[in-house]
């Protein structure tokens, strides 16, 4: 069966089962591009694996990423069984070894960013066709029409972002709170400490998320930077479609607010894993084992 490369993946609506490459018929479950991680993959290993009190697991985070149609230059970063994010170039000394089993009560899933080719494929370097026409019009007009409609297919993905991470925003403000009376009592000494401990995560990942809103609203792909002048700017080269040194200054500058936008999605992208992760999934955690104690009482 031929495996389906992570840039043609849709949003998965359901858990899907994926083969390990390089082992005996091992299978994990993946969901592509969650609502929490729309440029990634979240895999989920089988009960017999996360239950194993194995060591080690029978693959390596390279057998993992070939698994879900991810070469290493698209990893971006990696978030094994709850914890925090690594960088790929983090992992990488290490990503040919069999990964480490989670640890008892430790969540089974192991999280990928992805760098998705098709939404930040860098404009600099023309396609073949589009190399041949450049001393054209017709040409560079061609391939700033191409730019444009990219920017915008990027606008409308950090518009969902945004909504996003105005949601976590919330959600991360109401849990930074006091435990209650009878959470308090329950409590012992360790879960007060680490409630203080995931209350410091909630507080980081909050001004995180602030300022990629405040990014997207106020920053220099918003109204209120750069973006209408880059509209006008296609506007113009659009009514004249004629001067050539007009159209090579209008593909530049679409170009560079082109890889603006995909400095901000990655930001965006990065401050909402890190809520949902390190925020809210880490304060739940917490919480629910607070509950469970004030049961048992």
């Known amino acids: 069966m031929t495996l389906v490369p992570f840039s043609e993946r849709p949003a998965s609506s359901n858990w899907e089962a994926i083969t390990v490459p390089g082992t005996s018929g091992v299978s994990c479950r993946a969901w592509f591009r969650p609502e929490t991680l729309p440029a990634g993959v979240a895999v989920t290993l089988p009960p017999e694996l996360s239950a194993s009190t194995a060591p080690v ?19 971006a970063s990696v978030s094994l069984y709850g914890g925090q994010w690594q960088s790929a170039a983090t992992c990488q000394p290490l990503a040919g070894q069999q990964l480490e089993s989670p640890a008892a009560g430790a969540s089974p899933q192991i999280l990928l960013a992805v760098i998705d080719s098709q939404i930040v494929h860098s404009p600099s370097a ?6 041949t026409e450049q001393s054209s019009s017709t040409g560079l007009f061609n391939r700033v029409e191409t730019e ?15 909504q996003q991470l105005s949601l976590v925003f919330g959600r991360l403000g109401s849990l930074d709170r006091d435990l209650r009376p009878e959470e308090r009592l329950a409590a012992d000494r360790i879960d007060q400490d680490d409630w203080q401990d995931a209350r410091r995560w909630i507080r980081d990942a909050s001004s995180k998320v602030h300022r990629c809103i405040k990014a997207h609203d106020i920053g220099v792909t918003s109204a209120a930077g750069r973006r209408n002048v880059i509209q006008q700017t296609y506007d113009q080269a659009s009514a004249t479609q004629k001067a050539t040194g007009d159209l090579s200054t209008c593909l530049h500058e679409i170009e560079i607010y082109r890889k603006e936008l995909a400095n ?10 890190v809520a949902n992760v390190n925020g809210i999934q880490r304060a739940q955690r917490i919480l629910s084992r607070i509950a469970a104690r004030v049961r048992a009482r």
């Open 264 to 273: 901000l999605f990655h930001s965006m992208s990065s401050a909402l894993q």
């Open 148 to 162: 444009w409609k990219a920017c915008q297919g990027m606008e409308r993905q950090l518009s969902g972002l945004r």
């Open 57 to 75: 697991l029978p693959f390596s985070l390279l057998q993992i990423i070939a698994a879900v149609g991810v070469s290493w230059e698209q990893l």
């Open 126 to 131: 023309p396609a073949p066709a589009a190399a």
